[in-house]
């Protein structure tokens, strides 16, 4: 876009066309004419407009663009964003020097003449015709408002912009005959208000008080003499005298408005001179707009905020409706994020994995029974250089994540554990559990046709030493893959699809899960927040509220501040309360005997689920207290990394599995949260152990989180059966060939070598 103002850069010979042509059209509007004779006077050649009466009386003046506040849930500001940035203000909050200042070297006679200055014009073109040049110019302020609101209309469209500040004499007879009806309609202190808060003053500040904050760091209202007048200079070619770049060049264009405000009479002489004497004084404050400037490691919030305003149709019919409200500007938008739980988040983050490790960690913190998005951060900043990313780890592709999000691994068996117990099974439900099996088959879907193990696939289970039978209780501990293979295959997979379509769990990519038994392992991509606000419903006992980041929004139009309707976290019963009670008991046994002992709260009920996936690309804890859920993931955005001999946050791991790394990251960032809140408990459901099979593994022994625990079944069986399988291994040391292909373009952004998508 432009960046000098209207008529500012031209050429001798377009300002001489541009000042004969306004002289000319003015002479014939105070003779009383309505330009009958423009045709003889070449004024309806190829680009004017029809004749002057023709043209449309009112002025259509599109609301200012101006910045957007994203605040916390606590009214701290997060970042601000801006199509332009820019803070509309009544004409008493801006000094009077800068208004005396402003008229004094745009247009002196700005209070005596009307939308057109003609003995302006006649002066100008006398004095250019002495000079040879173009020496003064003759827009008045009026006009220059006008064109600014074509330039404004324009918005950021580049032919649009060329069409409003083309130098025809057809726009001037437009400009014209708008700044004649401005004249009558608004009177002088408005226009000059408009005006100041309307134009361009450099460094991408529109508007006196953008400027006054990008130049001194004040408001508009506190400007000194000297600059008021430094600001008034740099209208006419904000390029030329950017007192930033350029800093002799502001100061002779400074002293020139000072010496025009004395020769006026607006200020004395002396004092003028003595502002003169003074330095520029600048203190500027750098531009800071976007998410990528948001405090408290908030950037990705930041832009899900954004991706959700442009996605949600309450905010618009279509994305262009909404495009155009988050483009003018002038929000604040007071968001769920929690200062403690953002902070909690960000610290734990950054305590177990570095910026620059091969893979990266994603968190993010759900308020059960409101969806309210409490904390959402990840180790990799945003941003577009190395170990840098655009990509938010946390969401789904809709909203700026990865295409398919991340398999899950074992912290998909809950779902599982809940549809069973939906279909009456019992707590103390025992299989035979072996240490290998075929996949049973044929398997109930909800489709017609069963799902069938047609070239014999099979799974098996972390260590030898995992043989049922098992109770429900002690294969939730021990994350036992055949025992949970072995309940899908009793209640079919349609129970399974009827809990998690009412939980929302979705891909990634938004389709819903496939009917296949490998889902029960874990091998479809989820994202973290789908996760987190999949087990807030546990916490919850069986209330599933969709997640929300917004709590209220409002927008300043014309001076009037407006309430914005926006979405609200939609409620419903995912399950009974004793379905949902037993899994938050089943779930306090895995952290507190289980392959989630590292992740367990001392101080407070907790419950969650480890999860590794195939080869150790992706790594997970999923855990709430009965006041708060969280996700959090540890791999490779492209899903390149297999976590074994690996350095993560400067601390050496020969295996990742989800208790490890996930685990200590969600604990330390719940601690952190809940600091000096309310202690819950669960309602828990007594669920007798399985006394006779009650085994205690070593760390390096949790069943979910081997190679192969909940990993092997994921080649062939999205495909139904099709293609290979695992081939064994155990914590000895023997790993499984890679059996899941990751689909092309599973990541947004993968690795370019410049750090844009999650790096390596």
Not at 410 to 418: D, I, L, N, Q, R
Not at 433 to 447: A, F, G, K, L, R
Not at 550 to 563: D, H, L, P, T
Not at 590 to 614: H, I, M, P, Q
Request: overall charge neutral; aromatic content about 8%.
């Amino acid at each position: 876009m432009p960046k000098n103002r209207s008529g500012g850069g031209l050429s001798p010979t377009q300002q001489a066309a541009k000042f004969l042509g306004v002289s000319v059209l003015a002479g014939a509007v105070l003779a009383g004419i309505a330009l009958p004779a423009v045709g003889a006077l070449g004024l309806a050649a190829k680009g004017s407009v029809e004749s002057f009466d023709e043209l449309p009386a009112n002025l259509k003046t599109p609301p200012l663009s101006q910045r957007t506040t994203i605040l916390d849930a606590e009214g701290g500001t997060i970042a601000t964003v801006y199509s332009r940035d820019r803070t509309v203000v009544d004409l008493k909050d801006i000094s009077p020097y800068m208004q005396q200042a402003i008229v004094a070297i745009e247009d002196a006679r700005f209070y005596q003449h009307g939308a057109v200055d003609l003995k302006g014009v006649l002066r100008a073109l006398n004095r250019n015709a002495q000079s040879g040049g173009v020496s003064e110019g003759a827009s008045t302020l009026t006009q220059q408002y006008v064109k600014n609101v074509f330039v404004e209309e324009a918005g950021d469209d580049a032919t649009k912009v060329a069409q409003a500040t083309q130098q025809t004499l057809g726009r001037k007879i437009k400009e014209l005959k708008f700044a004649i009806q401005v004249e009558e309609e608004l009177g002088k202190k408005k226009i000059l208000e408009n005006y100041l808060n309307i134009t361009f003053f450099g460094q991408q500040a529109y508007g006196v008080e953008a400027a006054a904050q990008r130049y001194f760091s004040k408001s508009a209202k506190d400007l000194k003499l000297q600059e008021a007048a430094l600001l008034a200079g740099i209208v006419q070619s904000p390029s030329r005298y950017d007192p930033v770049n350029d800093e002799a060049e502001a100061t002779k264009r400074r002293n020139v408005v000072l010496q025009r405000m004395a020769d006026l009479g607006d200020v004395p002489q002396a004092e003028a001179d003595e502002a003169k004497k003074t330095p520029l004084g600048l203190k500027v404050s750098k531009p800071k707009n976007g998410c990528i400037t948001a405090v408290k490691g908030a950037s990705f919030f930041c832009k899900y905020v954004e991706k959700v305003f442009l996605a949600d149709p309450v905010f618009g019919k279509n994305r262009e409706a909404r495009a155009k409200i988050w483009n003018q500007g002038g929000l604040t938008i007071t968001t769920t994020l929690d200062p403690q739980s953002q902070k909690s988040v960000q610290a734990s983050l950054k305590d177990h994995v570095n910026q620059d490790d091969k893979v990266a960690a994603a968190a993010t913190l759900v308020e059960p029974g409101t969806g309210k998005i409490l904390g959402m951060g990840q180790s990799k900043p945003y941003g577009y250089g190395k170990n840098e990313t655009e990509y938010n780890y946390s969401v789904d592709a809709k909203y700026g994540g990865s295409n398919f999000g991340f398999p899950t691994g074992s912290t998909f068996k809950p779902f599982v554990a809940a549809a069973a117990l939906e279909e009456g099974r019992p707590p103390t439900q025992q299989y035979s559990s072996p240490y290998q099996m075929e996949y049973p088959s044929p398997v109930q879907t909800c489709e017609s046709a069963p799902w069938t193990n047609r070239r014999g696939e099979k799974l098996e289970n972390e260590s030898e030493s995992e043989r049922g039978p098992y109770r429900l209780k002690k294969a939730m501990e021990l994350s036992v893959n055949t025992y949970f293979v072995q309940m899908v295959a009793d209640i079919g997979l349609c129970p399974v699809v009827n809990v998690t379509d009412k939980l929302h769990v979705r891909q990634g990519n938004g389709d819903k899960l496939p009917e296949t038994p490998a889902v029960t392992l874990g091998s479809v991509g989820l994202s973290p927040l789908t996760m987190a606000s999949a087990y807030a419903a546990f916490a919850s006992r069986g209330m599933y509220c969709t997640p929300i980041a917004i709590e209220s929004i409002s927008q300043k139009v014309g001076g009037q501040q407006k309430s914005l309707e926006v979405p609200k976290s939609t409620c419903s019963r995912a399950m009974s309360e004793k379905t949902a009670d037993t899994v938050s008991s089943l779930l306090q046994g895995v952290v507190d005997s289980g392959t989630g002992r590292e992740a367990g709260l001392t101080d407070r009920d907790s419950a969650g689920k480890t999860g590794t996936t195939d080869e150790r690309r992706n790594a997970w804890f999923v855990g709430y207290t009965p006041n708060l859920s969280g996700a959090v993931w540890v791999g490779s955005a492209t899903q390149k990394v297999k976590m074994r001999n690996i350095y993560i946050g400067g601390q050496y791991h020969d295996l990742v599995y989800g208790g490890k790394v996930p685990g200590p990251i969600w604990r330390d960032a719940m601690v952190g949260a809940l600091e000096g809140k309310p202690v819950e408990d669960f309602n828990t459901i007594y669920i007798p152990d399985d006394k006779d099979r009650d085994r205690d593994r070593d760390d390096d022994d949790e069943g979910d989180d081997g190679n192969n625990g909940d990993d092997n079944v994921i080649g062939g069986l999205i495909g139904g059966g099709d293609n290979g399988g695992g081939n064994g291994g155990s914590d000895g040391g023997t790993f499984p060939t890679p059996t899941f292909s990751i689909p092309e373009g599973w990541w947004q952004g993968q690795s370019n070598g410049n750090g844009n998508g999650g790096r390596d």
